[in-house]
Nanobody, 128 residues
Framework: QVHLVESEGGLVQAGGSLRLSCTAS????????MGWFRQAPGKEREGLSC????????TYADSVKDRFTISRDNAGATLYLHMNSLKPEDTAMYYC?????????????????????WGQGTQVTVSS
């Protein structure tokens, strides 16, 4: 059974930084591209970033490009999202997800419907 478990999010002030992690089990982590998504109340799920199975290729949504960095540790089956210069509009539930398909910008669209497995989500709140 596949499990993706995000680390605890938290409350951070605007301009601050936070790192999320996502630990995977029940799958061969290095065989999957991974992504990060978020969903704010009343809004659709938004794709933020994805990383190829090897970690060699990444892509970002315009809303987080240059502020967020995705990375992965295949040996430890862990995905990371480093978030800098956080803004109140970054407040949302954050989800990691896995896909057998390639990491391409199109994969971040449509709420990540092409991703196969999802974590339970973790709340990030940015105060102004």
């Amino acid at each position: 059974q596949v499990h993706l478990v995000e680390s605890e999010g938290g409350l951070v002030q605007a301009g601050g930084s936070l790192r999320l992690s996502c630990t995977a089990s029940g799958l061969t982590f290095g065989d999957y591209a991974m992504g990060w998504f978020r969903q704010a109340p009343g809004k659709e799920r938004e794709g933020l970033s994805c990383i190829s199975d090897s970690g060699d290729s990444t892509t970002y949504a315009d809303s987080v490009k240059d502020r967020f960095t995705i990375s992965r540790d295949n040996a430890g089956a862990t995905l990371y999202l480093h978030m800098n210069s956080l803004k109140p509009e970054d407040t949302a539930m954050y989800y990691c997800a896995a896909t057998v398909l390639l990491c391409e910008k199109e994969m971040l669209r449509d709420g990540g419907r092409m991703f196969n497995y999802w974590g339970q989500g973790t709340q990030v709140t940015v105060s102004s």
